[in-house]
């Protein structure tokens, strides 16, 4: 049995605007929603607060989460619902982390909704079953009229860049009547952050649909889903999958539907009655009640219930099937509900246990072998996105919007906690390290729930995800539980940020123990790791070594030298900037900032939105007397040499190597949201600017870069006067045509040798659309360029086959 209960359900609302046909709560067994109130009054709201947080104190929680659930709670109105969450803020957030949700069928989610629940902090998760086909089967209006438009209408608002946050995940109940594949990519379209399958409710007594096939099922339509998930990279976090996985190890699964570890979760009904889990409304009349209400019984006097522990005891009440079978760990018996027969109680296996058998053997079997096999050396999660309106043909023409920028960071920031949730899903070792992996996972789930706006701070730093990236990558096992208790850190960054007391034990880098997006503390001794404590957000011990930032108006950004992930792959940083150095790196970035606002303000502007750190390298890249590298998996980051390699003398062009690099950033994040290429195409292409061939990202790469570049030479070439002083006009002028010239011969080689899906097709033609106006307006001093040249000299090379192109 648990020691406490951390996890509530307020049915708000007894009604709902919906007639599900697959609804427990309305359509199957237990039909007490009859003779229970329509809303949940104001006492009982308090009341349920009260004992909640009543509760809290008696065990010192740290962190309770409600989810206002119903019926349809967003019926309630904006009005109540901010009452409501109102009450639950000052009553129990006062004292503990509160984590809010609304569970909803998003039909009538609209903008003033999402404003209040960006205004108190609420999570929103949508019930969706795929596409339109598959939606409609079940989740229909009781006229018959279709759900589906209604509820895409409250995803897109949640897919909005100020809504983002909000956006919790997606729910769908199967059906194996519909296509698993066409399912999962209709869900993936709309760019949840997580995602989990139900099993339709169902009992011994009224068995699911098809129940008694060969092979099962469920576990067939699940298992489809589950590989292409996989062949995917896993780009969203799937509870189900991640749940069985994490039970076979023997780690709480999170979820009641799989493992033993116990759920801690209890129900309060419209009239203040405290039930036991909503599921059981599928076995019999009364099954979930407790005869107990807030008004009437603490959570302590709860937890005596005999339903409730029977719940909650790891292997009691399995059957004799259960406790004989070899994955009784990972399946944990089913969910309770599914149990259930009239002869025999539920002194029986699940009704999905031919399912269940399949299922946690060969999900957990399967994730493991495909971890050990690493990730491909091209391989990219997939984020499916979508952009403002116009947003993404703004990118294609070259420069983007700054809304656009934010999107994407939005994006990225889903990703990010995705790459997290996989490195924290790895056990942690009994080493100080791992110590300090599994506090720092505690801590930053605790302070996204208290203080989701520091956290999203903290992990849109570029190199938390370059670190939660890392922590995917094959590396020796005492650097890799080194990497993976770097989590501390960032959760102490989010205390930092948030100015709360904490203390808890963080690795130790070289003598410093590093909070990403701050800086590091200094730290006496050689132990693998220190405990870092901080009263008010701040150290108790000695000041930080903090990261300077450039706060000039063109270019507001963080010169990140300290972070111990800010290294790219082959380019090493540079270390600590001495006090001159410093001086050198502010100006020369002051004035690359204010050149670009000046000449190409559409390109200042996205740099301005997405650009938060620039780590300086030791050297780079040198093209044309330009360096530039873009930083590896760190959106918002780029690394940046002021010298050249060859003549080790300072490179007076950091404007180029910004623009350079941030094309990168955005062209990365691009090519994650939408497949360009098709995903088998692993054909090079040769071109005059580069001494090998490349792949046809690495050319859109440089494509991308050498547009932006002719943006650059042009605008400098036209803000120059006429030729008084012949060689640095004259230099611009070669400049503006050899970046032009490449872009040229690229776009050329890319739209007729290289197979594209149509997002590159599209995206390929807006940069040939740039590149011609480019060349139509020409520059003074500089002859014009014959539009939509034949790309001559570039070659296609196809394993050992070369083909001249056209």
């Given at each position: 049995?648990p020691?406490?209960i951390?996890?509530?359900?307020?049915?708000?609302?007894?009604g709902c605007?919906?007639?599900?046909?697959?609804?427990?709560?309305?359509?199957?067994?237990?039909?007490?929603?009859?003779?229970?109130?329509?809303?949940?009054?104001?006492?009982?709201?308090?009341?349920?607060?009260?004992?909640?947080a009543e509760?809290?104190?008696?065990?010192?929680?740290?962190?309770?989460?409600?989810?206002l659930?119903?019926?349809?709670?967003?019926?309630?109105?904006?009005k109540?619902?901010?009452?409501?969450?109102?009450?639950?803020?000052d009553?129990?957030?006062?004292?503990?982390?509160?984590?809010?949700?609304?569970?909803?069928?998003?039909?009538?989610?609209?903008?003033?909704?999402?404003?209040?629940f960006?205004?108190?902090?609420?999570?929103?998760?949508?019930?969706l079953?795929?596409?339109r086909?598959?939606?409609?089967?079940?989740?229909?209006y009781?006229?018959?009229?279709?759900?589906h438009?209604?509820?895409?209408?409250g995803?897109?608002?949640?897919?909005?860049?100020?809504f983002r946050?909000l956006y919790?995940g997606?729910?769908?109940?199967v059906?194996?009547?519909?296509?698993?594949?066409?399912?999962y990519?209709?869900?993936?379209?709309?760019?949840?952050?997580?995602?989990?399958?139900?099993f339709?409710?169902?009992?011994?007594?009224n068995?699911?649909?098809?129940?008694?096939?060969?092979?099962?099922?469920?576990a067939?339509?699940?298992?489809?889903?589950h590989?292409r998930?996989l062949?995917d990279?896993?780009?969203v976090?799937?509870?189900?999958f991640d749940?069985?996985?994490?039970a076979?190890?023997g780690?709480?699964?999170?979820?009641?539907?799989?493992?033993?570890r116990?759920?801690?979760?209890?129900?309060v009904?419209?009239?203040?009655s405290?039930?036991?889990a909503?599921?059981l409304?599928?076995?019999y009349?009364?099954?979930?009640?407790?005869?107990?209400?807030?008004?009437?019984?603490?959570l302590?006097?709860?937890?005596t219930?005999?339903?409730?522990?029977?719940r909650?005891?790891?292997?009691?009440e399995?059957?004799?099937?259960?406790?004989?079978?070899?994955?009784?760990?990972?399946?944990?018996?089913?969910?309770?509900?599914h149990?259930y027969?009239?002869a025999?109680?539920?002194d029986?296996?699940?009704?999905?246990?031919a399912?269940?058998l399949?299922?946690?053997?060969e999900?957990?079997?399967?994730?493991?072998?495909?971890?050990a096999?690493?990730?491909?050396?091209?391989?990219r999660q997939?984020?499916?996105?979508h952009?403002?309106?116009?947003?993404?043909?703004?990118?294609?023409?070259?420069?983007g919007?700054?809304?656009?920028v934010?999107?994407?960071?939005d994006?990225?920031?889903t990703?990010?906690?995705?790459?997290?949730?996989g490195?924290?899903?790895?056990p942690p070792?009994?080493?100080p390290?791992?110590?300090a992996a599994?506090?720092?996972?505690?801590?930053?789930i605790?302070?996204?729930?208290?203080y989701?706006?520091e956290?999203?701070e903290?992990?849109r730093?570029?190199?938390?995800?370059?670190w939660?990236?890392?922590?995917?990558?094959p590396?020796?096992a005492?650097?890799?539980?080194r990497?993976?208790?770097?989590?501390?850190?960032?959760?102490?960054?989010?205390?930092w940020?948030?100015?709360?007391?904490?203390?808890?034990?963080?690795?130790?880098?070289a003598?410093l123990?590093?909070?990403p997006?701050?800086?590091?503390?200094r730290v006496?001794g050689?132990?693998?790791?220190?405990?870092?404590?901080?009263?008010?957000g701040?150290?108790?011990?000695?000041?930080?070594v903090?990261?300077?930032r450039?706060t000039?108006a063109?270019?507001?950004v963080?010169?990140?030298d300290?972070d111990?992930?800010?290294?790219?792959?082959?380019r090493?940083?540079?270390?600590?900037l001495?006090?001159p150095?410093w001086?050198?790196w502010?100006?020369?970035?002051?004035?690359?900032?204010?050149?670009?606002s000046?000449l190409?303000?559409?390109?200042?502007?996205?740099l301005?939105?997405?650009?938060r750190?620039?780590?300086?390298?030791?050297?780079?890249?040198?093209?044309?007397?330009?360096?530039?590298?873009?930083?590896?998996?760190?959106?918002?980051?780029?690394?940046?040499?002021?010298?050249?390699v060859?003549?080790?003398?300072?490179?007076?062009?950091?404007?180029?190597?910004?623009l350079?690099?941030?094309?990168?950033?955005?062209l990365?994040a691009?090519l994650?949201?939408y497949?360009?290429?098709?995903a088998?195409?692993t054909?090079?292409?040769?071109?005059?600017?580069?001494r090998?061939?490349?792949?046809?990202?690495?050319?859109?790469?440089?494509?991308?870069?050498?547009?932006?570049?002719a943006e650059?030479?042009?605008?400098?070439?036209?803000?120059?006067p006429?030729?008084?002083?012949?060689?640095?006009?004259?230099?611009?002028?070669?400049?503006?045509?050899?970046?032009?010239?490449?872009?040229d011969?690229?776009?050329?080689?890319l739209?007729?040798q290289?197979?594209?899906?149509?997002?590159?097709a599209r995206?390929?033609?807006?940069?040939?659309?740039?590149?011609?106006?480019?060349?139509?307006e020409g520059?003074p001093?500089?002859?014009?360029?014959?539009?939509?040249?034949?790309?001559t000299g570039?070659?296609r090379?196809?394993?050992r086959?070369?083909?001249?192109?056209p």
């Open positions: 049995m020691r406490a951390d996890q509530f359900v307020l049915k708000v609302h007894g605007n919906l007639a599900c046909d697959h609804c427990y709560v309305y359509e199957h067994a237990d039909q007490s929603w009859r003779d229970k109130p329509r809303t949940m009054s104001p006492e009982v709201v308090a009341q349920a607060a009260a004992r909640i509760h809290g104190r008696i065990h010192r929680l740290s962190v309770v989460r409600v989810s659930h119903g019926g349809e709670p967003l019926l309630l109105g904006t109540r619902l901010r009452e409501i969450a109102t009450t639950l803020r009553v129990v957030g006062g004292e503990f982390g509160l984590g809010l949700q609304v569970q909803t069928n998003g039909v009538l989610l609209n903008e003033r909704f999402c404003e209040l960006a205004e108190l902090g609420i999570q929103v998760g949508v019930s079953d795929g596409d086909t598959a939606n409609d089967r079940h989740r229909r009781g006229s018959g009229r279709s759900s438009a209604g509820v895409l209408r995803l897109e608002l949640l897919r909005r860049p100020e946050h919790g997606i729910l769908c109940t059906d194996v009547a519909n296509d698993p594949i066409a399912v990519e209709a869900l993936l379209a709309q760019s949840p952050p997580r995602m989990d399958f139900l339709p409710h169902a009992t011994w007594e068995p699911p649909p098809r129940h008694g096939q060969s092979p099962p099922p469920y067939a339509w699940l298992g489809r889903i590989s998930w062949a990279g896993a780009p976090p799937i509870r189900l749940a069985l996985r994490a076979s190890r780690e709480a699964s999170g979820s009641e539907v799989v493992g033993l116990p759920v801690a979760l209890a129900v009904d419209t009239d203040g405290w039930e036991q909503d599921s409304k599928t076995a009349a009364g099954a979930p009640a407790t005869g107990m209400s807030v008004f009437t019984h603490s302590d006097g709860l937890m219930h005999p339903g409730i522990a029977a909650n005891e790891h292997h009691a399995l059957s004799a099937t259960c406790m004989a079978c070899p994955v009784v760990r990972t399946c944990g018996g089913g969910l309770y509900a149990r027969s009239s025999s109680g539920f029986n296996p699940s009704v999905y246990c399912d269940l399949v299922l946690a053997t999900v957990p079997a399967a994730q493991a072998g495909h971890a096999a690493g990730p491909r050396p091209d391989a997939r984020v499916t996105a952009l403002p309106d116009g947003a993404f043909d703004a990118f294609a023409a070259g420069a919007t700054a809304a656009g934010q999107a994407l960071q994006m990225q920031l990703l990010t906690k995705t790459l997290i949730a490195a924290a899903a790895r070792g009994r080493s390290l791992g110590a599994s506090e720092g996972w505690e801590l930053l605790e302070m996204e729930n208290r989701p706006a956290t999203r903290v992990l730093h570029p190199f938390v995800q370059a939660a990236d890392q922590c995917r990558r590396v020796g005492g650097e890799a539980e990497d993976r208790a770097h989590i501390a850190g960032v959760a102490a960054a989010v205390a940020h948030a100015g709360v007391d904490v203390s808890l034990p963080v690795p130790v880098r003598g123990a590093h909070l997006g701050v800086g590091a503390l006496q050689a132990g693998p790791t220190t405990v870092v404590s901080l009263a008010g701040r150290p108790a011990g000695g000041g930080p903090v990261i300077r450039l000039a063109p270019l507001p963080a010169v990140e300290l111990p992930y800010r290294a790219d792959e082959d090493p940083p540079l270390g600590r001495s006090a150095e001086d050198t502010r100006t020369a970035l002051a004035d690359a900032g204010n050149e670009l000046r190409v303000p559409a390109y200042a502007a996205t301005r939105a997405g650009l750190a620039v780590v300086p390298l030791r050297d780079a890249v040198t093209e044309q007397g330009v360096g530039f590298r873009a930083a590896r998996r760190a959106f918002g980051g780029v690394g940046l040499c002021l010298r050249r060859s003549e080790g003398q300072a490179v007076v062009d950091p404007a180029a190597a910004l350079c690099g941030f094309q990168h950033t955005k990365a691009l994650d949201a497949a360009f290429f098709p088998e195409d054909a090079l292409v040769s071109v005059p600017w580069w090998k061939p490349l792949s046809a990202r690495q050319v859109l790469h440089g494509l991308y870069a050498h547009v932006a570049l650059l030479w042009g605008a400098r070439c036209a803000e120059m006429r030729p008084a002083a012949p060689e640095p006009h004259g230099e611009a002028a070669a400049a503006f045509r050899r970046y032009l010239d490449r872009a011969m690229t776009v050329d080689a739209a007729a290289v197979a594209m899906e149509p997002a590159g995206f390929t033609a807006g940069l040939r659309a740039t590149v011609d106006r480019l060349a139509a520059r001093g500089v002859r014009r360029v014959p539009a939509g040249r034949p790309g570039v070659t090379t196809r394993s086959t070369r083909r001249e192109g």
